[in-house]
C-alpha cells in the first residue's frame, strides 16, 4: 500500500498484502511453526536523508550487534524521500557478483521484485536493470502447481495490481541477497521478482522497484524468519519534517521500557491493523462513534502511505478540531491546485516551535495506551508560501478504513512484533536513532506527557550527547538565469537573502566562485559553521540541504529564478588559533623588522667611527693649540 506521490488512500488492493512501503499484494500467508523471536539475529537497515547529487559520509564507529545476546545485524544505508516522492529506499544487492538496487521499503507488499534486463516495458530508473547471465548463483524458480507460469510452462510468474493503477509483472528467479558492507548477516538466498513490465509510478519513479515486507511466502520478511535466521519482528523509524533519517530493522530487538503497544489482528486483516479506539484533539476527544475506526480492515498502518486517511465522519471532525484551535492563523490556498489542501500561513518555519500554534493530538488504543502526535506528525510544510503548513491527513475517500501513512509515525520507533501479533510506538529522534544503534548505545526514554504515566508517548526532544556526523562546510552549486553583468552588482544582495532563507547567519555563506555562461550565471557558494567552530551537525546540515532541495529559497523578480546543480559535503577540518594560522607571517615580519634594525644600527655605527676616525680641517699655517702653549 505504498504511495508513490503525495497521497494515496486505501482502495481495493488484493487481500493479501502486507508491507512496509507501498506496493503489490501477495501469496496467502503459509503457516509456519512457533518461532521464538529474541532467539534469532537481527537485519538493521539505517535511514538517513540523502539526494540524488549528496555526497556519502562515511562513519568508522565500531559495529555492535543490536539484538539481545549480541546477535549480529545487518546494517543498511536507507535513502529518504517521504514528503517528494512518498517513499524511502534501501540498498539490496542481489547476485554473484552483487548487483545493486535501490529498494522502496514498502510493509503493504509481499514481493520484492527488481527490472530484468529483458524488460521491455519498464521505466529508466535509479540504476542498471538486473542481468541473471551475470550471476554465477542466479537460479530461475521453475513452473509448478503452487504458482502461476509463463506462456511456455518453464519459470513461475508474479503479477501486482495497486489502488492508483499501477502495475508489475514478470518471471520469479532465486539469488544470493546481500545487505551491504555494514551487515552482519550473511547473505542469504531468496526468491524474488524480474519484472518484465510496470506500468503507472511504478515506471516513472526514481527507485529501481520493492522490497516487500508483508505476510506472504514471497515477503522478504518470511523467508529470512523461515530460514530462523532472524525473529519474526520488524521494526522502522522515519525522521522528522526537515530532517529525515533513522533506521530500520528486521528481527527482534530490546524494545524500550515504556513502549506503547496495541493489538494487531492478522486474522480480520491482511494488512497491518492497530485498534484505535478515539483521537483526542488538544484534550478533547472528537465527537464522532468509536466504532467509526473499526469498519472494514480496521485502522491500518502502513508505511509506504504518504498521509493519514480517515473516514469521512471523523475527516470532517478532526479537520473542524484543529481549525478551531488555530483561529490566529491566516488559512490559504494548497500548493497543487489539483487538491484541496487546508493550510494555515503564519506559523514560522521553526518546526520545534509549531506545538505553541498547532494542537497536541492523542491516538487513545483499545488497551487505554495513549501515543501523542507533535504537529509534525499530521502537517506538511506548504511549498510555495514561507512559514505555512498544510493538514496531511485526508478523507479516505468513501472508504471506511482509517489509513495511517508514515506521516503519523515520524520520530516514532514503530515495531511490529508479527510473532506476538502486536504493533509498538515509541517517541525518540529517528534521525539520531541509526548512530546510537551502531555506537552501541541503547535509545533513551522519551519525555511522558503526564509524568505519573508510563502509558503516554510525548514528543520528545532530539536527545542530547549522541554521536552524529559532522560537516565541515557544504558546497553549492547553482545556476541563476540572469546575465553575468546585470547580477554582478546584487551578488552581495545575493547572499544576504540566501542566508536569511536558509535561517543561518550572512558570515557562514562565501561566494567562491561566480562565472558567466550565456543568459544565465553559475555560482559556487560555500556554507561554513556558525561563529568560531569547525563543524555543523548532520541534523543541521541537512535542514540546510533540504530548504536548498525544496527550493525554499524565494528570490525576488529582478533576481531570476536559481536551479541547484549540484550539493556536496566536505569534513570538517582542524580549525586554529589566529596565532596559529598567521604564525609564519608573524615570523618573517619578526626576523624582517630585527634585520632592519640590525642593519640600521650597524650602518650608524660604521658611520659614527668614520666621522671620529677623520682629522680636523685646519688652513695653511694656522697654529694648533699644542703650539701656542710651548715656550718660546
Known amino acids: 500500500m505504498a504511495s508513490r506521490g503525495w497521497r494515496r488512500p486505501l482502495a481495493s488492493l488484493p487481500a493479501l498484502a502486507l508491507a512496509f512501503l507501498l506496493l503489490a499484494v501477495a501469496a496467502a500467508a503459509a503457516g509456519s511453526p512457533d518461532r521464538t523471536a529474541a532467539s ?109 507460469c509463463n506462456s511456455d510452462k518453464s519459470q513461475c510468474t508474479y503479477e501486482r495490481q495497486y489502488a492508483e493503477m499501477s502495475s508489475s509483472s514478470g518471471v520469479l528467479g532465486e539469488d544470493i541477497v546481500s545487505f551491504g558492507t555494514e551487515s552482519e548477516l550473511k547473505p542469504q538466498r531468496a526468491v524474488f521478482g524480474c519484472e ?29 524468519v523461515d530460514k530462523g535466521v532472524i525473529g519474526d519482528s520488524f521494526s522502522m523509524c522515519y525522521g522528522g519534517m526537515d530532517i529525515g533519517g533513522g533506521a530500520m530493522v528486521l528481527g527482534a530487538m530490546p524494545a524500550p521500557p515504556d513502549m506503547v503497544y496495541t493489538h494487531s489482528n492478522a486474522v480480520r486483516s491482511p494488512y497491518y491493523n492497530i485498534e484505535l479506539k478515539e483521537i483526542h484533539v488538544a484534550g478533547k476527544p472528537l465527537r464522532v462513534d468509536p466504532r467509526i475506526f473499526d469498519g472494514k480492515h480496521g485502522t491500518v498502518l502502513d508505511s509506504g502511505t504518504t498521509y493519514a486517511y480517515l473516514p469521512e465522519q471523523a475527516f470532517v471532525a478532526f479537520k473542524d478540531a484543529v481549525t478551531s484551535k488555530v483561529h490566529p492563523l491566516k488559512k490559504i490556498r494548497g500548493p497543487d491546485p489539483n487538491y484541496k489542501d487546508i493550510c494555515f500561513a503564519g506559523a514560522g518555519r521553526n518546526v520545534s516551535q509549531l506545538s505553541e500554534v498547532f494542537p497536541k493530538v492523542d491516538m487513545v488504543f483499545g488497551n487505554g495506551q495513549k501515543l501523542s502526535l507533535s504537529p509534525e506528525n499530521y502537517l506538511f510544510r506548504h511549498s510555495k508560501v514561507e512559514g505555512a503548513y498544510c493538514l496531511g491527513v485526508f478523507q479516505n475517500g468513501k472508504d471506511p478504513t482509517t489509513l495511517l501513512g508514515g506521516i503519523v509515525v515520524r520520530n516514532t520507533l514503530v515495531t511490529y512484533d508479527r510473532h506476538n501479533e502486536k504493533i509498538g510506538f515509541w517517541k525518540t529522534n529517528c534521525s539520531e536513532l541509526w548512530e546510537r544503534l551502531q555506537s552501541g548505545g541503547a535509545p533513551s526514554p522519551a519525555p511522558s506527557s503526564d509524568p505519573g504515566s508510563q502509558a503516554d508517548l510525548s514528543p520528545a526532544p532530539a536527545p542530547s550527547g549522541l554521536p552524529e556526523y559532522d560537516v565541515g562546510l557544504i558546497a553549492v552549486y547553482m545556476s541563476i538565469n540572469v546575465t553575468y553583468p546585470n547580477l554582478k552588482p546584487h551578488l552581495h544582495e545575493l547572499a544576504e537573502l540566501l542566508a536569511k532563507e536558509l535561517e543561518i547567519d550572512s558570515s557562514q555563506v562565501r561566494l567562491m566562485n561566480v562565472t558567466g555562461q550565456g543568459n544565465s550565471t553559475l555560482i559556487r557558494w560555500d556554507i561554513f559553521p556558525a561563529g568560531s567552530s569547525n563543524s555543523m551537525s548532520n541534523a543541521t546540515a541537512m535542514g540546510i540541504i533540504y530548504r536548498l532541495t525544496q527550493h525554499h529559497v524565494q528570490l525576488p523578480e529582478h533576481l531570476g529564478s536559481y536551479q541547484l546543480l549540484e550539493w556536496n559535503v566536505q569534513q570538517p577540518v582542524s580549525r586554529r588559533s589566529w596565532l596559529q594560522e598567521h604564525v609564519v607571517s608573524i615570523l618573517v615580519g619578526v626576523l624582517l623588522v630585527v634585520f632592519l634594525s640590525l642593519s640600521a644600527f650597524l650602518g650608524l655605527y660604521l658611520w659614527r667611527k668614520k666621522f671620529r676616525g677623520q682629522a680636523a680641517y685646519r688652513p695653511v699655517g694656522s697654529v694648533g693649540p699644542e703650539q701656542e702653549l710651548q715656550p718660546l
Open 40 to 148: 534469532r539475529p537481527s537485519l538493521v537497515l539505517p535511514l538517513t536523508l540523502s539526494y540524488p547529487n549528496a555526497s556519502r559520509v562515511a562513519s568508522s564507529r565500531s559495529r555492535r550487534g543490536l539484538a539481545e545476546g549480541g546477535h549480529p545485524s545487518a546494517r543498511m544505508r536507507l535513502h529518504d524521500d517521504l514528503l517528494t516522492n512518498g517513499y524511502y529506499t534501501t540498498r539490496l544487492y542481489i547476485g554473484t557478483p552483487p548487483q545493486e538496487f535501490a529498494l522502496i521499503v514498502d510493509s503493504g507488499s509481499t514481493v520484492t521484485y527488481v527490472p530484468c534486463a529483458s524488460c521491455e516495458q519498464c521505466g529508466n530508473h535509479q540504476d542498471p536493470r538486473f542481468q541473471p547471465d551475470l550471476s554465477s548463483t542466479y537460479s530461475p524458480v521453475k513452473c509448478n502447481v503452487d504458482c502461476n
Open 196 to 224: 518484465n513490465s510496470e506500468t503507472g509510478d511504478l515506471f516513472s519513479q526514481h527507485a529501481d522497484g520493492i522490497m516487500g515486507l508483508g505476510r506472504g511466502q514471497l515477503s522478504i520478511m518470511d523467508q529470512l
